[in-house]
Nanobody, 121 residues
Framework: QVQLVESGGGSVQAGGSLRLSCAQF??????MGWFRQAPGKEREGVAI???????TYADSVKGRFTISKDNAKNTLYLQMNSLKPEDTAMYYC?????????????????WGQGTQVTVSS
């Protein structure tokens, strides 16, 4: 039905930048987002976007991260600037058909395999 494949993770020093990509295959979805999970912590929302390009960001990333979607390429992006060590986590792409996008990870039915982001001080 829907397959999500993330790429773009890696290791950077604090203050650096990375861009994550999430290629979507199958049916189109209304809500898409990026979530992250650090070792020993619960999965948390980073940024979400709906089909009308309305976005929501976690307070911790506002002004540093930008979520966007290229509908022609069926690809979701997360541009991450001014990275901090506390941004270190596995980053996951998620999607759902339903409207009324929530910032809660458990609301999303489709997930990618994740891509690791490591920020060193």
């Amino acid at each position: 039905q829907v397959q999500l494949v993330e790429s773009g993770g890696g290791s950077v020093q604090a203050g650096g930048s990375l861009r994550l990509s999430c290629a979507q295959f199958g049916y189109s979805t209304y809500c898409m987002g990026w979530f992250r999970q650090a070792p020993g912590k619960e999965r948390e929302g980073v940024a979400i976007i709906d089909s009308n390009a309305r976005t929501t960001y976690a307070d911790s990333v506002k002004g540093r991260f930008t979520i966007s979607k290229d509908n022609a390429k069926n690809t979701l992006y997360l541009q991450m600037n001014s990275l901090k060590p506390e941004d270190t986590a596995m980053y996951y792409c998620a999607a759902d058909y339903r409207t009324g996008c929530l910032f809660t990870p458990t609301w999303y039915n489709y997930w990618g395999q994740g891509t690791q982001v490591t920020v060193s001080s």
